[in-house]
């Protein structure tokens, strides 16, 4: 029988299992994960998972990929194709391969994009004062997308009511950075070279060498470019003097990541915050003004796809290769990935945002779409 590697913070740290817990506790290191809230040195499951990457050897570099592209980003949020990037990384799996293109962080497909693109048009129709009769009738020319377009630029003017030089500029803050995560989200077949062309937001090669391609090199993560861009300081240096709780407002309009599940929930409610402004009685921002029930989860139906794929992990783990089909066969590379897998997302179910749509860890606003 041999003997145990040695667990040691050298080791640990040399291995590929050390690499793919970003954005839980594991991530601050063999020091400081228990200040996080989990101590990895005392971890038994993870101690194992590095003693199965340390029996095969030299690991498969196509293993090594699915590491450092998938599991490591698993998104925090879900992401709005729940279950898709979960069964995409089984897939990679059985397959021994990763895909083109990952799902997740930063990613979003066309019809996405354009439904926001319509969201963004309400918004600078009433930045620009224009006539609600005309803004629905050029709403009228185009393709509905399913939605009573007119009720919802009613509903966003009304949303954000009397104007104020504070409303202003807080909505010309919001409309860039939805009109930048429209132009640097990617898909298959859009590369950054599909949307707002006419707009420049700031370099949309993204920052890779500080924050990495969140799974899709050469994409740069984008999310702090855009506020770099002077015109941007400018407007945050404004709303951090004149409106109260600016730095808050402006912590919320930076984090409308279109790929999260509840992206558009998320801009109706800041719609609300900013038509709040200067209010003595706020609203709460519960008002459903974008009719956007459909573009995120019914989250009873994830919390089972969820138990139902976690079960198939474990039976499959234990042996079943029915359990999970889409694993394939168990071999030893293909174990200590699964496990690897079923370990981050137990991390992520106790201290990140997918855990409220997954486990149920606390109520929110239900979307419509089903999952399964």
Same mark, same amino acid.
């Given at each position: 029988?041999?003997?145990?590697?040695?667990?040691?913070?050298?080791?640990?740290?040399?291995?590929?299992?050390?690499?793919?817990?970003?954005?839980?506790?594991?991530?601050?290191?063999?020091?400081?994960?228990?200040?996080?809230?989990?101590?990895?040195?005392?971890?038994?499951?993870?101690?194992?998972?590095?003693?199965?990457?340390?029996?095969?050897?030299?690991?498969?570099?196509?293993?090594?990929?699915?590491?450092?592209?998938?599991?490591?980003?698993?998104?925090?949020?879900?992401?709005?194709?729940?279950?898709?990037?979960?069964?995409?990384?089984?897939?990679?799996?059985?397959?021994?391969?990763?895909?083109?293109?990952?799902?997740?962080?930063?990613?979003?497909?066309?019809?996405?994009?354009?439904?926001?693109?319509?969201?963004?048009?309400?918004?600078?129709?009433?930045?620009?004062?224009?006539?609600?009769?005309?803004?629905?009738?050029?709403?009228?020319?185009?393709?509905?997308?399913?939605?009573?377009?007119?009720?919802?630029?009613?509903?966003?003017?009304?949303?954000?009511?009397?104007?104020?030089?504070?409303?202003?500029?807080?909505?010309?803050?919001?409309?860039?950075?939805?009109?930048?995560?429209?132009?640097?989200?990617?898909?298959?077949?859009?590369?950054?070279?599909?949307?707002?062309?006419?707009?420049?937001?700031?370099?949309? !090669? $993204? &920052? =890779?060498?500080?924050?990495? /391609?969140?799974?899709?090199? @050469?994409?740069?993560?984008?999310?702090?470019?855009?506020? #770099?861009?002077?015109?941007?300081?400018?407007?945050?240096?404004?709303?951090?003097?004149?409106?109260?709780?600016?730095?808050?407002?402006?912590?919320?309009?930076?984090?409308?990541?279109?790929?999260?599940?509840?992206?558009?929930?998320?801009?109706?409610?800041?719609?609300?915050?900013?038509?709040?402004?200067?209010?003595?009685?706020?609203? !709460? $921002? &519960? =008002?459903?003004?974008?009719? /956007?029930?459909?573009?995120? @989860?019914?989250?009873?139906?994830?919390?089972?796809?969820? #138990?139902?794929?976690?079960?198939?992990?474990?039976?499959?783990?234990?042996?079943?290769?029915?359990?999970?089909?889409?694993?394939?066969?168990?071999?030893?590379?293909?174990?200590?990935?699964?496990?690897?897998?079923?370990?981050?997302?137990?991390?992520?179910?106790?201290?990140?945002?997918?855990?409220?749509?997954?486990?149920?860890?606390?109520? $929110?606003?239900?979307?419509?779409?089903?999952?399964?």
């Amino acid at each position: 029988m041999s003997a145990e590697p040695e667990w040691t913070k050298e080791a640990y740290k040399a291995s590929v299992t050390s690499r793919c817990w970003a954005a839980t506790p594991y991530d601050a290191g063999w020091d400081g994960s228990e200040a996080h809230g989990e101590d990895l040195r005392s971890s038994a499951e993870l101690r194992s998972i590095f003693c199965e990457e340390m029996a095969l050897g030299a690991v498969p570099a196509w293993a090594v990929e699915i590491v450092d592209r998938m599991i490591a980003g698993i998104p925090t949020c879900g992401h709005y194709t729940f279950p898709r990037p979960l069964v995409q990384i089984c897939q990679a799996i059985r397959d021994e391969k990763c895909p083109d293109l990952v799902f997740g962080c930063y990613t979003a497909d066309p019809g996405r994009k354009t439904l926001m693109s319509y969201y963004v048009y309400c918004l600078d129709t009433w930045r620009k004062s224009a006539p609600l009769d005309v803004a629905a009738a050029e709403l009228a020319m185009r393709d509905d997308l399913g939605k009573d377009w007119p009720r919802i630029v009613a509903a966003v003017y009304d949303a954000l009511g009397a104007r104020s030089e504070a409303k202003e500029v807080a909505v010309s803050r919001l409309i860039h950075r939805l009109r930048w995560w429209i132009k640097t989200l990617i898909w298959t077949d859009d590369r950054r070279e599909r949307f707002m062309l006419d707009v420049y937001a700031g370099d949309v !090669g $993204g &920052d =890779a060498a500080r924050f990495g /391609c969140y799974g899709n090199p @050469p994409y740069g993560d984008p999310y702090f470019v855009e506020k #770099a861009l002077p015109e941007m300081q400018e407007l945050d240096a404004w709303i951090r003097q004149h409106v109260p709780g600016g730095e808050k407002l402006l912590e919320l309009i930076e984090s409308t990541w279109l790929c999260a599940p509840k992206a558009f929930r998320y801009v109706e409610r800041i719609i609300q915050a900013i038509g709040d402004l200067g209010s003595m009685q706020a609203t !709460g $921002g &519960d =008002a459903s003004i974008l009719q /956007c029930e459909d573009t995120y @989860p019914d989250f009873a139906s994830c919390q089972r796809w969820y #138990a139902s794929f976690k079960a198939g992990l474990t039976g499959w783990l234990e042996g079943d290769r029915d359990a999970m089909k889409d694993l394939g066969d168990v071999t030893p590379a293909k174990h200590w990935l699964v496990r690897m897998l079923r370990h981050k997302l137990e991390l992520h179910e106790k201290y990140n945002q997918i855990g409220n749509m997954i486990v149920a860890r606390r109520p $929110g606003r239900s979307g419509s779409r089903p999952v399964g």
